[in-house]
């Protein structure tokens, strides 16, 4: 089974979905600036969750494609203030919503996305005490992505960030939303709660997987696969599993946090950072959680989807960028 | 009666909630920005609203606590955003929450606000369908809330906005979050769509009421009691109903937009706006939208709730700043 196709044959009915949910009306200038990003690409990871969650318990794409469109917008959401908070000026390979319009512009597109998210999924047609239990799973999510945000601005001007909290922001920055794409395509796809628990779990570990792994990847991968500066996160003093390993066993790193640095530089970091084990133990910190979150699936009987779902846990890991 | 007293009577539950169900909890700072504002103080008119409403309709405050609370919050959301774009650095008398934390914090502290109210929302007991329709209701509003700051934003650019898209823009901006708060407390109260939505109504012309009175005091009204500079918005070009009627009927106006005035110049053009009949054609406007609001009201049987909403809306044009 090819991943990259089995996301890709979902994700065509959230692209039209989003045109049809989410159609550029007055004021235009508003709705376009909102629609950019959706419209710039992205994996559409969440939404193919939602989809394939859905299947998983034995429903369909069209009873869940509203949800997934609204999970989708709430992700873009994310990304459009985080660019603005963190000043990003690019994401998806095209300038940043505020730098494409201003700051006040991005801030208002976000809060439309927003706003638009949970409209279209209170008109999901669903049983009510469904929708609602979705609706007050997605606005806990976004409150904790907030958090999670929060928690991650603040880690740059401290010294002392253990494990512990650093998954603990990961968890809330990155993972509880991916969780939320497959508890609500459970959900909303008629599971059992003990089933749309599960799923919520399968999608938490593997998301903090795939972080800790992202992190491995940003010191691994030779740059023309990754895409920008290897070891970008050593020079901005990001600390992740591997920094906080590394320091926790008395492991001195130039530099880190120096800003910039020479491959030679980082190719020595690197090197020290796998002969003190920090890379090993993140590589298989990653593993751990993905293998934690797959299992999690045992409660579902067999079903192509299913198998996707498992497919895209393992992906997370053994994607090379 | 006394309308300020009877508004007191509710939001005294509503300030005890806020606090109930928007903890100070961890990210400790993350939930002190958020809740900065909405202790600063404000009426708490439409929380009020959302409650009168429900008593109207034969419910009563503890069945839509929860509303009332998500509904200010969502208003005080909207002031932290809209204080970042338009650059204001004083809200409720004290420094806004981007001058007292950052941009990027005060964008993170209106995100976790919104949040909050719709899980706050989702989490109400009552009926699951009235639930998803009044969740649909301010998710819809909020798109709306976004519009009409947009527009706004917009008109600043532009010589030819007329009175109708201005009228569309303050129904936006600030009518229909009052408007949302009638209808859902009626919603959640139990009563029928009809006279949810007479409610709606009534809450949506005497906003846009409230509003043209408004931009009369900004006038009319001597600075010891307006609190602000008198005339400010002819100064900053503001397309007020005013300013369009004058524009419209050929006055000119050497301080519209020039960003700054003496008293007398300011004195001077208050008098050629009376004569132009274009302040009082401002204040029949309101006295009209205010009559067609409370009109609606005739569809509930008599109540005490009944009577405080009616006090309300007169209020709006009785109030001396």
């Known amino acids: 089974m090819n991943v990259i196709d089995e996301i890709k044959k979902r994700s065509v009915y959230v692209d039209k979905a989003i045109g049809e949910l989410l159609p550029i009306t007055e004021p235009v200038e ?14 559409r990871l969440r939404p193919a969750t939602v989809i394939l969650a859905a299947e998983a318990v034995g ?42 319009w201003s700051e006040a512009c991005a801030i208002l597109a976000g809060d439309t996305l927003y706003s638009k998210s949970f409209e279209i999924l209170s008109r999901i047609d669903c049983d009510p005490v469904r929708v609602v239990k979705s609706i007050e799973l997605l606005s806990g999510t976004c409150a904790e992505i907030c958090e999670g945000q929060w928690m991650d601005i603040n880690f740059e001007n401290r010294d002392d960030v253990g494990e ?44 903090i997987g795939f972080q800790i792994y992202d992190d491995v990847l940003d010191l691994v991968t030779p740059e023309q696969i990754l895409g920008k500066v290897r070891g970008s996160d050593l020079m901005e003093g990001k600390k992740t599993v591997i920094a906080i390993h590394a320091m926790k066993h008395g492991v001195k790193l130039d530099i880190f946090g120096s800003g910039s640095a020479t491959i030679s530089q980082i190719d020595e970091a690197v090197k020290i950072l796998e002969d003190s084990g920090s890379i090993g133990y993140a590589n298989d910190l990653a593993m751990s959680y993905i293998q934690r979150g797959k299992a999690k699936l045992d409660i579902l009987d067999d079903s192509e989807a299913k198998d996707v779902l498992l497919a895209i846990a393992d992906y997370m890991i053994e994607r090379a960028y």
Do not use: Q
């Not at 508003?30 to 994996?43: F, I």
């Not at 990003?88 to 390979?93: L, N, S």
């Open 30 to 43: 508003l709705y376009k600036a909102s629609r950019y990003l959706p419209d710039a690409g992205g994996k």
């Open 59 to 100: 429903s369909n794409v069209n009873a869940v494609l509203s949800a997934a469109v609204a999970i989708e917008l709430v992700h873009n959401f994310t990304l459009v203030h985080d660019d603005i908070m963190d000043k990003d000026g690019i994401r998806r390979g095209v300038p940043s919503v505020h730098v494409e």
């Open 164 to 207: 512990h909290e650093y998954l603990e922001m990961v968890k809330k920055k990155t993972s509880v939303l991916y969780a939320a794409s497959a508890k609500i395509g459970a959900l909303l796809g008629g599971a059992s709660d003990e089933v749309a628990d599960a799923l919520y779990e399968f999608g938490c570990l593997v998301g």
